[in-house]
């Protein structure tokens, strides 16, 4: 049975692949699997028929035959678990591919997250300069440390895994900010990810979801729809 992914009708990233269903739709693509989109309003994510889906009324969400899973990290684990090229075979890198997932989402992602929230919520704050500053330091305190794992190698563990792809999601949401300018390791690292072909597909299918909602949104009305 062929998946289906529950995204933003009119996703707020504007159609920059920030959103959590890029690391699903970029699992899919590694893995070789077609997948449908259902696409729904930040009003219809709140109804009973999505959280039936996903109880916190978040995309994204994932069905497959009897299976509904909700979380990116959770789907993407789940597409990688059937996906050599996402989870080796061997016990131990096997491991270590999911251990980098976590550490992604557990302890790379928190202060980026609240990064990006602060400058959007909490600009007018008399605090949001502290705030920042000191989210900046924890940020750059995480990528020290992810650096100095790196060094030169192209990947975290050897081969490209299901890590290395939920990593450069988490930092992807830096590309804009200046705070990779001080670890050149690190901005080749996403680099290298957002070259890879399955992840433009996946940029490329969600970009034009948002395309299209943009262009739909744009159009006059019709008489017929004010009747």
């Given at each position: 049975m062929t998946?289906?992914?529950t995204v933003f009708a009119n996703?707020?990233?504007r159609g920059r692949?920030?959103?959590r269903d890029m690391?699903?739709?970029w699992a899919l693509e590694e893995a070789g699997r077609a997948y449908e989109v259902r696409s729904v309003s930040f009003a219809e994510m709140k109804g009973a028929a999505h959280k039936a889906r996903q109880p916190f009324g978040q995309i994204p969400a994932y069905e497959e035959e009897r299976l509904t899973l909700f979380e990116s990290g959770a789907i993407v684990l789940h597409i990688a678990g059937h996906c050599p090229a996402l989870l080796p075979?061997?016990?131990a890198a096997r491991a270590r591919a999911m251990a980098w997932m976590f550490a992604a989402l557990n302890t790379v992602e928190p202060p980026v997250f609240d990064y990006s929230l602060a400058g959007v919520l909490e600009k007018e704050k008399p605090w949001h300069d502290e705030r920042r500053a000191l989210l900046e330091a924890r940020i750059h305190d995480r990528l020290g440390d992810l650096s100095r794992h790196l060094g030169e190698a192209d990947w975290l563990e050897?081969?490209?895994?299901?890590?290395?792809?939920m990593m450069i999601s988490v930092l992807r949401r830096l590309n804009s900010t200046g705070l990779l300018e001080a670890w050149p390791a690190i901005a080749a690292y996403v680099a290298r990810?957002?070259?890879r072909p399955a992840f433009t597909r996946a940029f490329d299918a969600q970009r034009a979801l948002f395309t299209q909602s943009q262009a739909q949104q744009?159009?006059?009305l019709k008489e017929s729809d004010t009747a």
């Open positions: 998946p289906t992914i996703s707020p990233d692949g920030l959103a690391p699903v739709r075979a061997e016990e050897g081969a490209f895994s299901a890590g290395d792809l990810g957002e070259s744009a159009q006059p």
